[in-house]
């Protein structure tokens, strides 16, 4: 078998697996004919995406769509909304919903194309089990969760920035300034690293200026301990401009400084990120740790320390001091905030294979790999596979989501009339329906989402009203009483009373408040005109 041959196979066989596990939720994307999206975050981008395509060239900068009618200025930034636009260009004359199926289409692509990028490049370091790495990127839940079909959010498309900036970082340390100077020939591949190296650095913090600054400063600071010469030699300064050239153009561009009040101790906040499972806590001695990594995570500290008591020859491949540091640093992060869990694993399986090279048996480091990743194995068992009780709240979802669909379809209007919604809904019912949530799913919108559980949980009447007047409400959509209680309660840090407006909306729509006019309802929700008094 020639290698060009061999290189096809593998390739399609990564393909397979990334697709495979990426695309193991399609039941619930494409419903019914129509496309959904799996989180409410992805449909705030989604209405950015149409924004674009109505007015191209447009750099969405504010957000009139959530938190009427203040509006939010979004963390969200243009590279995501254009790549997904001109997606939705080559898909066009093929659907006649091209944006959203660029949409559900755009992580699963970004995916692939990290995967891809990961063979060609273990395959240059001569990676003795590259294909420990490929497995874990293909079949890690967390990786796939990132990327998965239906989510067009910005951590696929930073998820691939990084990777490709730490690998850049990986083969210059291993080239190495030093051996530039003393073999010109390798002269221009250092150079072309370090031009890759400040194109993905600089494209990753333009995409989210959070955790790939973060893990930009890290490494840096690392780099500079241990070799300050290498950073600030001739042949990287072609690097260098790259980055700081997209820096400076990703401002001019956006024109606003990054928010960091995903760090803010405000009670509201705090509240708020208790109910997204992306800010929660993560438990050391959490079983999440062995599903996303398998039972090799419980021996690296032990392969590292092996690694590095053997590693006696420059010969010998180990990871450099800023990967360790960025696999300790990640995971740190992770137990503090869930969703830095998608670059722990994304750095623990780049440090894998050289890890492993101190068990010189392949048939053991086989054994033990496949051995290992049975908790992994396990959580595909049970999404592949659910419950019946599992399937059944994955049916009644699905049927949410239709039903919710058809009502916002009835808010659809030249004029603008917003609607006051539970928060976790509100930006797919702007999406649906082209009005303005007074709620929405973001962090910016907290005055709205923190009003509409005032809203929900009113037994005032008067109360109630005056939120209504506040936001210039026209429509208000009640949904399950139960839920929304106890989120609107957590929200606000405050016990639901006896008799809360949620449950009238829901349970008795006869006995609703004057102000209010029952219009129209389905399975899932209630629509609800407002009138003046």
């Known amino acids: 078998m020639t290698r060009g041959t061999l290189s096809i196979i593998e390739i399609a066989i990564l393909s397979v697996l990334i697709l495979a596990t990426r695309c193991a939720n399609y039941q619930n994307v494409f419903v019914a004919e129509n496309i959904y999206f799996t989180d409410a975050d992805c449909y705030a981008r989604m209405t950015r995406v149409r924004m674009c395509s ?10 009139s769509f959530e938190n009427f009618p203040t509006g939010t200025t979004p963390h969200t930034t243009a590279p995501l909304d254009y790549l997904i636009l001109a997606l939705s260009t080559v898909l066009k004359p093929f659907t ?27 395959k240059r370091m001569k990676l003795k089990y590259r294909w420990v790495m490929l497995m874990l990127y293909a079949i890690s839940p967390i990786l796939a969760h990132g990327t998965e079909l239906g989510r067009p959010d910005h951590q696929s498309l930073l998820m691939l920035f990084v990777t ?18 003393v073999n010109p020939p390798y002269l221009q591949t250092y150079r072309r690293w370090s031009i890759v190296s400040g194109v993905a650095w600089g494209l990753a913090i333009w995409t989210s ?58 009670p509201l906040f705090q509240n708020w990120a208790h109910t997204i499972g992306e800010l ?78 101190t068990v010189k048996s392949r048939g053991a480091v086989w054994i033990a790999f496949f051995l290992s990743i049975f908790p992994i194995a396990r959580d595909w068992d049970e999404r592949l596979w659910p419950s019946e009780a599992e399937l059944a ?30 928060w976790w809904l509100s930006p797919s019912i702007a999406y649906w329906s082209g009005q303005p949530g007074i709620a929405g799913s973001s962090h910016e919108s907290l005055d709205g989402i923190a009003d509409s559980a005032r809203f929900f949980l009113c037994d005032d009447w008067q109360k109630a009203r005056q939120i209504l007047e506040n936001h210039q409400t026209a429509w208000v959509i009640g949904y399950n009483s139960e839920r929304v209680a106890q ?23 006869g006995q609703v408040p004057p102000f209010l006019i029952f219009a129209a309802q389905n399975g899932t929700c209630k629509l609800y005109r407002t009138v003046a008094q």
């Open 280 to 357: 929660m806590h993560i438990s050391p001695a959490n079983p999440i740790w062995l599903r996303w990594c398998g039972y090799l995570l419980l021996v690296t500290p032990f392969l590292i320390w092996f690694r590095a008591a053997t590693t006696k020859h420059e010969s010998e491949l180990m990871p450099p001091t800023f990967v360790l540091v960025l696999l300790v640093a990640t995971y740190v992060l992770t137990i503090w905030q869930a969703r830095w869990g998608y670059f722990f694993v994304m750095v623990f399986a780049l440090a894998l294979p050289c890890l492993l090279e």
């Open 164 to 181: 490709i900036a730490i690998c850049a970082e990986w083969s210059l340390q291993c080239d190495g300034a030093s051996a530039v100077e």
């Open 209 to 266: 200026a959070y955790e790939s600054l973060v893990l930009f400063l890290l490494l840096m600071v690392v780099s500079a301990v241990e070799n300050p010469k290498a950073i600030s030699s001739r042949t990287r300064r072609t690097g260098w401009f790259c980055f700081v050239l997209i820096v400076v153009f990703a401002f001019l561009i956006e024109r606003r400084i990054p928010s960091f009040s995903i760090v803010y101790s405000n």
């Open 54 to 63: 109505e007015h191209p060239g447009l750099i969405v900068r504010y957000h």
């Open 96 to 122: 006649p919903h091209a944006i959203d199926l660029a949409g559900a289409l755009i992580s699963p692509l970004l995916a692939l194309l990290g995967g891809w990028f990961l063979w060609w490049w273990a």
């Open 487 to 509: 989120n609107s309660a957590a929200i606000l840090s405050q016990a639901a009373p006896a008799h809360p407006l949620c449950r009238v909306l829901d349970r008795t729509p």
């Open 393 to 422: 709240i994955r049916v009644e979802q699905r049927n949410e989501s239709v039903q919710l669909r058809d009502m916002a379809l009835s808010l659809r209007s030249s004029e603008i009339r917003p609607f006051l919604a539970p």
